[in-house]
């Protein structure tokens, strides 16, 4: 073969082409086989990387070889030694290829085997840890769901059921972990601070709600006129009251009215304001600025009070008291000041005739009873001043000052038996009918004093009837009655009614004034009914009138009823022991002219005498002067010690006294009491009724003694 020319060119061509039968060449020659060679760099531990690069090498030099195989191919198809040779290195090249391949493959598996083992030792692992991580995510989402649901799922759900009760109306709630520092715990706080809120309105509201309740129910309910009118002067709103009390019908008023209108249908109506003749005044007088009070007479008699108060910005308010009653107490209490006041004069004026009288009747009777016409002139003296005592008891009972000794009497059977006296009265067009209530109350009157006052009623009710036919009635019946300031009082009431001419109401207003009458002169005193009027009330009742021009008069007495139990009318005293009459009897009175007259009344009567007007000197006299046996004393006196205050002081230094005490009014009234067993003697008295109560005096101290 080597004589063939082109193999040594083809074998330079394969040695300076680097081909890899120069290595296979060089193998040989070191007597190793190629794939031993292969073998041991196959076998040799490759570098980092040392497979990519090797695999890149073989691969390089297989297309190095491809490519120097290319000029070879061309020669060697020449020659068939070429191309046996090429096969031949072709083949020597596979077979070297293929065991590189076949290590390279064996090892690239072997690798494998151990990555993949590896691999899936370490995704077993993973595995494993993602599994342990699951569960443990599992236990802490586990976990912080509890905690969750305990700290904020049930505090929230307590919040909200809390929210849902107080939105039900309940009011006590309150809601846990107020002391927390998150924000749950500012969840609870505001919470509990919106409840306190909600609470607190819900509280102002129920106020509110029961306030306006309350307003228009007052409003609704006012016995006074309401009324509201804007800054223009038109109507608002009004109460119920409003036009009742105005006397118009309901139908007319209506919101937007303005009050000119309204002032308009008063003035149709009839109804007058005093000082202001045309209702245009009224309405100028309406637009001043602070407009006073107005009173308003309507054509049925009542009076109202209309007051406009300007509410700044917002109009005016009117409001319509009804003053009627008002003005009738006014009246009624300038009346009984009225009578108070004629009361104390003419009780002052009864006393000061008593005296006179006392003086005039004991003169007279200290006179004698004389002979020819001098004993008529005294005789007639001494009636003219009986006249005179009586007119001043008259006096004294419409003063409220007269002696009056109380006791139960039963009106129904009183009334009876002075119906034959009455009856007798009468004119005979004219009759008595007596309605009595049985069984009636006992009434705690003076008898005699209420036998008068009836009387009276009836003769003044009869000359009321006089020249017409009817019939007079008195009707008597049980009461409960209620007082000033709401006590209420059992009375017993006498009534007296007639159908004749009837009193205006300035009649009414001057009867019970004493010396007023409306009968013709000379036919009347004028104290007839001022002496029931002064009796009645002296003892505790009432009197009432109630009377109109053409329709006739009912007088009305109101008696204080008996206690149950009421004693009967004590039994007077009968006469002292006659005894000695030179005794020594003490006089105190003011008068001069009265003690002068009752001294000569004692001497005639065959006491000895001692007389002073000053109750020190009296006192005086007691103290030094052992010898006195009676004490007379008048019971109104000059100074700081009435009469009764002489006999309590004089019985502290004479126990053995014997006291009478004189006076012309009821002595009862005397602000600090009576003494204890005082006789008592009424001005003016005779010398038989003086003897009389000196006898009293006496036997009532002997029988305090013993």
Not at 56 to 64: E, H, N
Not at 147 to 162: H, K, P, Q, T
Not at 294 to 319: C, Q, T
Not at 570 to 583: N, S
């Amino acid at each position: 073969m080597s004589g063939w020319p082109g193999a040594q060119d083809a074998g330079a061509s394969l040695e300076q082409a680097g081909a890899p039968g120069s290595a296979v060449a060089a193998t040989r020659r070191e007597g190793a086989s190629p794939a031993a060679g292969a073998a041991q760099r196959v076998n040799a531990p490759p570098a980092a990387g040392s497979v990519s690069t090797l695999l890149g090498d073989k691969i390089r030099l297989f297309m190095l070889s491809q490519q120097s195989l290319g000029p070879l191919g061309r020669d060697l198809s020449a020659s068939d030694l070429a191309i046996a040779y090429y096969t031949y290195h072709i083949k020597a090249l596979v077979g070297m290829l293929n065991g590189d391949i076949n290590l390279y493959v064996q090892k690239v598996a072997g690798e494998s085997r151990e990555r993949i083992r590896q691999t899936h030792s370490e995704l077993t692992s993973i595995i494993y840890f993602i599994g342990l991580f699951a569960l443990l995510s599992l236990v802490i989402t586990l976990f912080a769901g509890w905690y969750i649901y305990r700290n904020l799922g049930s505090n929230l759900s307590v919040i909200a059921d809390a929210m849902s009760r107080l939105a039900g109306g309940e009011r006590q709630v309150s809601v846990p972990g107020l002391q927390r520092r998150d924000e749950l715990g500012d969840l609870a706080r505001a919470f509990n601070v919106f409840a306190g809120n909600t609470a607190s309105l819900e509280q102002t509201s129920r106020l509110l709600k029961e306030k306006s309740t309350q307003l228009e129910n007052t409003f609704l309910a006012m016995r006074d006129g309401f009324a509201l009118f804007d800054r223009r002067g038109h109507l608002v709103v009004w109460n119920p009251q409003y036009p009742l009390l105005l006397g118009l019908p309901g139908t007319l008023l209506f919101r937007g009215q303005h009050y000119r209108e309204l002032l308009a249908a008063l003035g149709r109506g009839q109804a007058k304001v005093p000082g202001y003749p045309d209702w245009r005044e009224v309405s100028v007088h309406l637009r001043e600025a602070q407009p006073r009070a107005l009173e308003m007479h309507l054509a049925d008699g009542h009076i109202l009070e209309l007051r406009f108060s300007p509410v700044p910005r917002h109009g005016m308010v009117n409001v319509v008291l009804d003053r009627s009653e008002r003005k009738a107490l006014e009246q009624a209490l300038v009346h009984s000041q009225k009578m108070k006041a004629v009361g104390q004069l003419t009780g002052g004026l009864a006393h000061d005739f008593n005296n006179l009288l006392a003086v005039i009747i004991g003169s007279l009777e200290l006179c004698g009873t004389g002979d020819g016409r001098d004993g008529e002139r005294i005789d007639r003296a001494l009636k003219a001043a009986g006249r005179g005592a009586q007119l001043t008891q008259r006096l004294l009972a419409f003063s409220r000052k007269q002696a009056l000794h109380p006791r139960a009497v039963p009106l129904a059977e009183l009334v009876d038996n002075l119906s034959e006296l009455l009856r007798h009265s009468l004119s005979v067009n004219l009759s008595l009918k007596i309605e009595p209530q049985l069984p009636g109350w006992y009434a705690w009157i003076d008898v005699n004093q209420l036998e008068n006052a009836i009387m009276n009623l009836v003769v003044n009710a009869r000359d009321a009837m006089e020249g017409r036919g009817g019939e007079i009635v008195i009707r008597t019946y049980n009461q409960r009655v209620v007082r000033t300031g709401g006590r209420k009082q059992d009375m017993v009431t006498l009534e007296v009614r007639d159908s004749g001419c009837g009193m205006s109401a300035e009649v009414q207003s001057q009867v019970f004034e004493p010396f007023f009458t409306t009968k013709a002169l000379g036919n009347g005193s004028g104290l007839g009914l001022s002496m029931v009027y002064g009796f009645i009330r002296q003892s505790g009742g009432r009197v009432q009138i109630e009377s109109s021009p053409g329709a006739g008069t009912l007088v009305r007495l109101q008696l204080p009823r008996a206690p149950a139990m009421a004693p009967g009318p004590a039994p007077l005293p009968g006469p002292g022991p006659a005894g000695r009459e030179d005794l020594l009897v003490l006089i105190l009175d003011d008068q001069e002219d009265v003690r002068e007259t009752l001294r000569e009344q004692l001497h005639q009567l065959g006491y000895l005498t001692l007389a002073t007007g000053d109750s020190a000197e009296a006192l005086m006299l007691i103290e030094r002067t052992p010898d006195i046996d009676v004490l007379i004393s008048d019971l109104m006196l000059p100074g700081d010690h009435s009469g009764a205050d002489v006999i309590r002081l004089a019985r502290l230094e004479n126990p053995a006294l014997a006291t009478l005490l004189v006076s012309g009014q009821d002595m009862r009234q005397d602000g600090g009491g009576l003494p204890d067993a005082v006789t008592l003697l009424r001005k003016p008295f005779t010398l038989a009724q003086l003897a009389q109560a000196l006898r009293r005096a006496r036997g009532a101290k002997i029988r305090q003694d013993a």
